[in-house]
């Protein structure tokens, strides 16, 4: 399995997992050390060690995507392709986010 391009998951500044795109799809991993918590960084992806593995980027992930006119704010400015869930993702939740999930590019 080749990853293309990984990514850490952050639940309120604590190393939650990390969301990896292959040439497959994606994979989410929840950190181990998180684990121990059983806190879910959402209802669709409920703690467990093993990895969640899907085709298309998974739903909570995707709504955490800008829309609309941030959309093409964000695709312009940090020059990402508007099509690139996985860059979105990393260009537009890095720093300040409304939930308390942020994602960061590694």
């Known amino acids: 399995m080749d990853i293309l391009r990984k990514a850490q998951v952050f639940y309120k500044d604590e ?3 990390l969301l990896s795109e292959t040439r497959d799809g994606y994979i989410f991993q929840y950190d181990r050390v998180f684990l121990e918590k059983s806190i879910p960084i959402s209802v669709s992806l409920p ?3 093993e990895p969640y593995q899907s ?4 739903p909570f992930f ?3 995507l800008p829309e609309g006119w941030y959309l093409n704010i964000v ?9 690139d869930s996985f860059g979105l993702l990393l260009a537009s939740t890095s720093g300040d986010t409304i939930g308390a999930v ?5």
């Open 15 to 17: 190393l939650a997992g």
């Open 47 to 49: 703690p467990r060690e």
């Open 55 to 58: 085709k298309e980027l998974f």
């Open 62 to 64: 995707k709504g955490l």
């Open 75 to 83: 695709s312009l400015t940090q020059k990402v392709d508007s099509n």
């Open 102 to 106: 942020t994602v960061r590019k590694m």
